[in-house]
């Protein structure tokens, strides 16, 4: 059975920063590019961050490009989000996902996998 797990989030004061992770098992993970996705109350949920298997490409969103990083790493399953300067607007609860490519897709049907969601809370 393939699970995705998050945690880190909080709350946290704007220009702050968290740490998500997301530990997956069930599945060879290293072979698929995933993904972060957030969505804000009354709002679509949305890509933020995806990565390549093998960590060869990634894509962040313009609204978080030079302040979150996505990582992961194979050995332990997991796939983590470097959330840094955080803004009040990045307030959502944060899901983690995997798809069946290695290429990042940008699509949410093109996920198969999804975690709980952690919930991130930005003060200003």
């Known amino acids: 059975q393939v699970q995705l797990v998050e945690s880190g989030g909080g709350l946290v004061q704007a220009g702050g920063s968290l740490r998500l992770s997301c530990a997956a098992s069930?599945?060879?993970?290293?072979?698929?590019?995933m993904g972060w996705f957030r969505q804000a109350p009354g709002k679509e949920r949305e890509l933020v961050a995806a990565?390549?298997?093998?960590?060869?490409?990634?894509y962040y969103a313009d609204s978080v490009k030079g302040r979150f990083t996505i990582s992961r790493d194979d050995a332990k399953n997991t796939v983590y989000l470097q959330m840094n300067s955080l803004k009040p607007e990045d307030t959502a609860v944060y899901y983690c996902a995997t798809t069946h490519y290695g290429s990042i897709r940008f699509k949410i049907e093109d996920y198969d996998y999804w975690g709980q969601g952690t919930q991130v809370t930005v003060s200003s």
């Open positions: 990565i390549s298997y093998g960590s060869y490409i990634t």
């Open positions: 069930g599945r060879t993970f290293s072979n698929y590019a």
